[in-house]
């Protein structure tokens, strides 16, 4: 300090500010050191310690300062806290206007505080280290994103509070569909908890549990409201396994059933559904579904009369359209183009039934979540995949039915494409419904157009009294067999065999999974000629009794090496005591909830009626013509070589 003594006047002031300072010097150094960034100074000047300790003079007022400005900053925001809270005693909270604005002065506060916090810290930061000019910068973000947040969550309790209903119109109620499947299986829904009045959040994952619910009846017949219930209520049953106040519920169910007389002119009748849904929905915001049970030649008046004068204008709508979507490539485009320009695909929930049998929702469970399959399932190790759907039921179809492709439009393009697409296609990015059927259009864009080699078309015998031909004179296939391939790296190669038939021996719905052979089998020569030894099957089996079978070889026990194919089973009536839903409630529940993975999506009915195409030209041209079996028979001889070309026996032959 010698230096710094004789640069000064030696007057007794600067003598004992020499005398402090020198008392001070290692809180200067500190903040020397601190200053920058904890590297070592040398001091070598006089000048440069005084310089040092008038930095450490101005840090301090300034500390100083903005201690002070953030005391008055809190005081002032107490201030605005006190007065929403006596804001808050005198108005009502359940007014929305008050809510948003108590919203908006906190988030003007929790603003202006951070405003000052960051400007008073930026000038501090220029003396502080990096790391923790970072950290300040991030809590204050931190709080102006809580407070935005907290703004967005109250703003949407505000708006998203209110009462909503959920109307649903089927379009045909006094049909044999709506009245044998489509109000018995909502009845169930509502026995169950599961429409919205009684649901809580956990059971439908996008309707409020406040929902009111309502159900519509429209058809052209003139009945009233009662009569509609009288009908409807002959075919509601409470399930086996919940009777508790059964009559009560299914009273509670019909009275919120009405009907509307909608009479020849759909337009002027969706009108007057429109007003009947308004005047008992009420004043609040109503979503709707309409289920259109009607017949295909209807379908598309319906469909846009419906688009024009029916839809809710306070909620969302959804439409349920019954298969078949088309009877050919034509007229299924001509159908998806005028749907397409009255609504969003989106909104468009085209049903099959058969896809909401728990075996096909089983189809991704097992593939996906079970490890043991995963690696198996390709080429490698599959092959061959059969597709069974057998009825042993009498040919009791449906009005329209022999009016067009029969069995190939009711069933193969839905339902076994369908299935197919779920069965091979890649894994999705999540199970959301559009990600589903991503992966769903691009495996059946991948299956190579059909040959008429590959394909085989029955047409059952009719029964006495029955009729067997369509009004064009030609059959109607009631029976179809094919091997259908997809070119793709995971399946090339494996056919996949399918069969669908009415009238047969046997009524089965199962899909079965071959695996190769084992290579290099040192059990061989104790197969000999069993043919059921040589490989490994995975059976998913829908009818009769629903179950999953691994057939595996195993030795027999007692001395010698005897083989034996036996099947591990798991048969879901023994395994679980609780009654399969039937499979519109399963679909309905997903329309309700808006899950749409297992309806087909436009460019999935068209993708599917493109691999069909050829099989259909050639039966227009009568280059196939549908071979004739007998009811209750094994259908067409001819299919028995289609299977011997690919190297398999169907179970039931």
Known sequence: ????????????????????????????????????????????????????????????????????????????????????????????????RHQREDIQELSAAAVVSNESSLSSNTRHEENSSPNKQFDQFRKIGTSMESSHFQQTQTSSITFQGRPTSLSIAVIGATGELARRKIFPALFALYYSGFLPEFSSSHLLKNVSSTLNVYIFGYSRKNITDDDLRSIIASTLTCRIDQQQNCDEKMEAFLRRMYYLNGGHDNREGMSKLHARMEQVE???????????????????DVASSLADGAQSQKGWNRIIIEKPFGSDLQSSHQLTDSLLLKFNEKQLYRIDHLLGRNTIENLTVLRFSNLVFMPLWNRNYIRNVQVILSEDLGLKTPEGYLNSYGVIADVVHSHIFQTIALLAMEPPVTLQGEDVRNKKVKLLRSIRKLESSEVIVGCCSPASGSKGTAKSGKATPTYFAAALYIDNARWDGVPFLIKVGRGLITHRVEIRIQFHQVPGNIYRGHIGNNTDLTNNELILRDVPDEAILVRVNNKIPGLGIYLDASELNLLYKDKYNIEVPDSYEQLLHDVIDGDNHLFMRSDEVASAWNVLYPVLQELDKNNLVPEQYELGGRGPDNAIYLWAKHGVQWMDD
């Open 1 to 96: 300090m010698a230096s710094f003594s004789s640069s000064l006047p030696q007057s007794s002031f600067h003598r004992e500010m020499a005398a402090s300072e020198t008392a001070r010097l290692p809180v200067a150094e500190n903040f020397v050191s601190l200053a920058v960034y904890n590297r070592p100074v040398s001091c070598r000047s006089a000048k440069t310690i005084y310089r040092k300790l008038c930095g450490l003079k101005l840090w301090m007022l300034e500390n100083l300062s903005i201690q002070n400005s953030k005391r008055k900053h809190e005081q002032k925001n107490e201030f605005k806290m006190q007065k929403i809270e006596d804001k808050d005693q005198l108005l009502d909270h359940s007014d929305p």
């Open 282 to 300: 009420g004043e609040h915001g109503a979503n709707r579904i309409f289920y259109l049970s009607v017949p295909q030649e209807a379908l598309q």
